[in-house]
């Protein structure tokens, strides 16, 4: 497993099974959780080092970091492999008994996509980030609990100084702190959000991305 900022969420009592949602405390409690989780799927081992768990100013974010040959997703495609979606099946069944509100994300490398004419990287991160999400609620995730599905293309890229890079293509799940705690996850977790600044393309519930400029996966 892989926290690349090196961020814990401060001591506190864990998550609690009674469905409400997280304050700060709560979050490396549920880290743990998610960690033993991911260990009891089998294509876990393989990939536990493309699998980014880390508490940042919005959540907890867990990172589904791709290679050039598509580990999560079908490369240059929405079409999740079956390692996808056991991982994400395995996560949805510890976020799932949560009522903290998920955004998820899809993001792609700067590489112009080589697909079909008007279909770009908006389109594919905003897919991919709909296709993710039909998978956690076909694992437990409640409708109501997806906040946005995000699609941000190149724009926020994991790794800023190599925009072309494969390991900037993922998915992130985050689960959102419960706005009462505002105050405090700011002054603990400043600085711990994923960089860039890019607007996302939004998803719709059938995986139609809003129309922008096209790139790749």
Excluded: C
């Excluded at 009891?40 to 050039?68: A, H, W």
């Excluded at 389109?123 to 991919?128: G, I, N, T, V």
């Excluded at 999400?133 to 790794?159: P, T």
Aim: net charge neutral; glycine share 12%; proline share 5%.
């Amino acid at each position: 497993f892989r926290d690349p900022l090196g961020k814990t969420a401060g001591v506190g009592t864990g998550v609690n099974g009674s469905g409400e949602g997280l304050v700060l405390n709560d979050m490396s409690k549920l880290k743990e959780k998610i960690e033993e989780a991911f260990k009891k799927v089998p294509e876990f081992e393989k990939l536990q080092d493309k699998i980014l768990v880390t508490v940042t100013g919005e959540g907890l974010r867990i990172d589904f970091v791709e290679s050039k040959d598509g580990l999560f997703f079908e490369s240059g495609s929405s079409v999740p492999t079956a390692a996808g979606k056991n991982l994400l099946a395995g996560l949805a069944k510890e976020i799932g008994a949560i009522s903290s509100p998920l955004l998820v994300e899809g993001h792609t490398d700067s590489q112009p996509f080589n697909g079909r004419t008007g279909y770009g990287n908006w389109e594919l991160s905003a897919d991919r980030a709909n296709a993710a999400r039909r998978i956690l609620q076909e694992a437990g995730v409640g409708a109501k609990q997806i906040s946005q599905v995000r699609g941000y293309a190149d724009q926020k890229s994991l790794h800023p100084d190599k925009p072309d890079s494969p390991s900037n293509r993922r998915i992130s799940i985050v689960v959102m702190y419960i706005s009462g705690d505002k105050n405090d996850k700011e002054g603990k977790t400043a600085g711990a959000a994923t960089s860039g600044h890019g607007a996302a393309a939004p998803a719709s519930a059938h995986g139609a991305a809003a129309p922008a400029p096209a790139k790749h996966h």
